[in-house]
């Protein structure tokens, strides 16, 4: 009977980040960076948010390019947004 429970919440909790990874691959764009308005570097590296929202789901707020990075799905998806930056060598924003 306990056994039953544990794998039951397995799958409960395999599904959640199925769905979280799912989630992020539809409102990122992977392929396009979102940059913040106000910094450009900081320790020699481009300060970088993290991967681009698409645009259906969020559009830029400044100029139509840059982000606050207060902006929900850089707060959903924070941990998706930190990988991001390090892989691909980005510094993250001082906010």
Wanted: aromatic share 18%; proline share 7%.
């Amino acid at each position: 009977m306990k056994r039953a429970y544990v794998q039951m919440a397995l799958v409960v909790a395999l599904v959640l980040m199925c769905t979280y990874v799912l989630a992020a691959l539809i409102i990122f764009d992977f392929g396009q960076t979102a940059y913040p308005f106000d910094e450009e570097q900081r320790a020699g590296k481009q300060v970088a948010i993290g991967p681009r929202p698409r645009s259906w789901v969020i559009t830029p707020t400044y100029h139509n390019m840059f982000y606050t990075g207060r902006e929900w799905p850089f707060r959903l998806f924070l941990p998706v947004c930190y990988m991001y930056r390090a892989y691909k060598g980005y510094e993250s924003p001082t906010q």
